[in-house]
């Protein structure tokens, strides 16, 4: 059962570009979250989705920010307009029910020159 | 406000040594408590996850306390070996919400 997969793992944009991470969740997992890990800083949720639903996102910016978990595919986290202060490592976890354990990926860090 | 603190940010400690993580939240209503392990540069490794009805968790040489009363989480490392060195995480979740709060992490190091 392959982990949670999340790509690109490295993303480097220059300012003003669009910034899409992508993240698959494990198999038989219908829930995703989302968080970000500034430099020298702790994990931060940003939202949390159940298929096709947006749950809770008082983690995301009120602008430029959005994601999606559509009926098919991966989840998309999109940054328009991308700014040196989203330089950061964004972490995609799922579980199977919101109760359980959340499984992490590995990351996409992005880089925003 | 939910807040995660661990104390102290980093440790550094001889190999074979027994040794403990702390981790404190502010909020009673815990639904439950994970410990991770993150090697840098890399994602989250889950280690152990406590229910709020339970008092801890073992896996091998890893033990989790949870004490609700006090707001406090340890996480217990026996006889320790290099390859432990990386940054612990605890985090909770809250009764009625699913995301995770987590602390600023230990960095722990192993010296041979």
């Known amino acids: 059962n392959a982990g949670v997969m999340q790509n690109p793992r490295h993303l480097v944009r220059r300012r003003g570009q669009e910034a899409r991470l992508r993240c698959s969740p494990m198999k038989g997992h219908s829930h995703v979250y989302w968080y970000r890990q500034l430099p020298e800083e702790g994990l931060k949720f940003m939202v949390y989705l159940q298929k096709e639903n947006i749950i809770d996102e008082s983690g995301m910016p009120k602008e430029r920010f959005s994601a999606e978990f559509p009926k098919e595919g991966p989840s998309i986290l999109r940054i328009q307009q991308v700014v040196r202060g989203d330089s950061a490592a964004y972490f995609c976890?799922?579980?199977?029910?919101?109760?359980?354990?959340?499984?992490f990926g590995p990351g996409t860090r992005l880089l925003v020159l | 406000k939910q807040e995660v603190t661990q104390i102290p940010a980093a440790l550094s400690v001889p190999e074979g040594e027994n040794l403990v993580l702390n981790c404190s939240f502010t909020d009673s209503a815990i639904y439950n408590l994970q410990w991770f392990r993150q090697d840098p540069g890399k994602g989250l490794t889950s280690l152990l996850l406590?229910?709020?009805?339970?008092r801890e968790q073992t896996s091998g040489r890893l033990n989790a306390s949870l004490d609700k009363s006090s707001g406090r989480s340890t996480l217990y490392i026996a006889a320790s070996q290099p390859g432990d060195s990386a940054t612990y995480l605890c985090?909770?979740?809250?009764?009625?919400?699913?995301?995770?709060?987590f602390g600023q992490g230990t960095r722990l190091t192993i010296n041979p």
């Open positions: 406590i229910q709020s009805s339970q």
């Open positions: 985090a909770a979740s809250y009764q009625g919400a699913q995301k995770l709060v």
């Open positions: 976890a799922s579980s199977r029910s919101p109760q359980e354990t959340q499984y």
